[in-house]
């Protein structure tokens, strides 16, 4: 499932090529594509046509394009498979096409860069799909209100590390659990943590009430670094499910550092690195430079 840094690099194409555009008309394909969308397909190319897209925004993996006109905002749920495309009104259909968006086009601003293009929602596995939702009262950036529980990203320029800190010694569960969390931090998935855990030097099943405020410091800039080396090189593609809005795989899976690398060598010390089941996951890690926490005799008897 993309997280963070992929979802991102979705929202920066789509911020040039469908801002400021007005839908002409939607075409809803598979009904499952909207079933997060209650009222039905018929209610959600009716509600969209007409109305104009405003700059697409992001919380976590969570992608909204809010309407500027309405206090309502389409929420993209990109799932295991969801893609987010810009195509020429003549490229073929795609495969597994689910909605179309067409736009008016102008002669001005930035539809005319984008003039001849409309946004395809393309989702082989059907678990990913949009739905309109009304926006969180007084919402500068139309933050849809189904999402509104969710924490804040690392990237967020409002994220709070002190009030972090204090929820993850609160919480008392495990590190990379915690990181998972979306209610405490949002945007960090499986692929990520592994990564900012390795960098950190802390192992998966860590208890969050050991960790001190400059370690949560620690591991929080390696997040952030993490996710932004990701960004810098379009996110991290496994296979041709995850691409931009151009159809374009990202590279970060060339410098990942811990997931993916069962048995070879880290590349701190050189111990092959080790794989184990989590939460019907996989978590990597160094079994030297990640050593596993001590289990108390009270936690083991």
């Not at 405003?54 to 925004?57: F, N």
């Not at 799932?79 to 195509?87: A, N, P, R, T, Y």
């Not at 592994?194 to 099943?205: G, Q």
């Not at 160094?286 to 005799?297: D, F, T």
């Given at each position: 499932m993309?997280?963070?840094?992929e ?6 194409g789509?911020?040039?090529w469908?801002?400021h ?19 039905g ?12 897209i405003?700059?697409?925004?992001r ?15 389409v929420l ?29 086009d102008?002669s001005?601003g930035?539809a005319?860069v ?36 969710i ?13 972090f ?6 919480k ?21 943590a ?12 860590r ?9 949560t410091?620690?591991?929080l800039?390696h ?14 593609s496994?296979?041709?499910?995850y ?9 970060f899976?060339?410098?990942?550092d ?18 184990r089941p ?20 009270a936690?083991s008897?």
């Open positions: 993309p997280e963070l840094p979802v991102e690099v979705v929202r920066r789509l911020a040039r469908v801002a555009r007005t839908v002409a008309e939607a075409e809803v394909l598979h009904p499952r594509a909207v079933r997060r969308h209650i009222a397909a018929d209610d959600f190319t009716h509600r969209l046509k007409g109305h104009r405003g700059e697409p925004h919380r976590g993996k969570y992608l909204w394009l809010p309407l500027e006109d309405a206090h309502t905002s993209a749920h990109l799932g295991m498979s969801g893609q987010l495309l810009i195509k020429a009104h003549d490229a073929p259909d795609e495969k597994h096409l689910r909605i179309r968006i067409r736009f008016e102008t001005t930035q005319r984008a003039a001849g293009t409309e946004l395809r929602f393309v989702d082989q596995r059907t678990f990913g799909g949009l739905s309109l939702h009304d926006t969180v009262a007084d919402s500068p950036d139309g933050l849809p209100d189904v999402i509104a529980h924490a804040r990203d690392p990237l967020d320029p409002l994220f709070d590390d002190a009030a800190h204090t929820a993850l010694r609160a008392r569960t495990t590190i990379k659990r915690a990181l998972l969390d979306q209610s405490l931090i949002s945007g960090v998935g499986n692929i990520y592994d990564e900012a855990l390795w960098r950190t030097k802390l192992h998966y099943e208890p969050t009430a050991t960790l001190t405020r400059p370690r410091a620690e591991l800039g997040v952030r670094d993490v996710m932004n080396e990701a960004l810098a090189v379009g996110g991290t496994f296979d041709s499910l691409v931009n809005v151009n159809g374009e795989s990202g590279y899976d060339r410098s990942l811990a997931y993916g690398r069962e048995g070879e060598p880290c590349r701190r010390c050189g111990t092959p690195m080790r794989r989590w939460m019907n996951r996989s978590s990597y890690y160094c079994p030297r430079c990640q050593r596993p926490p001590r289990v108390s005799r936690a008897s």
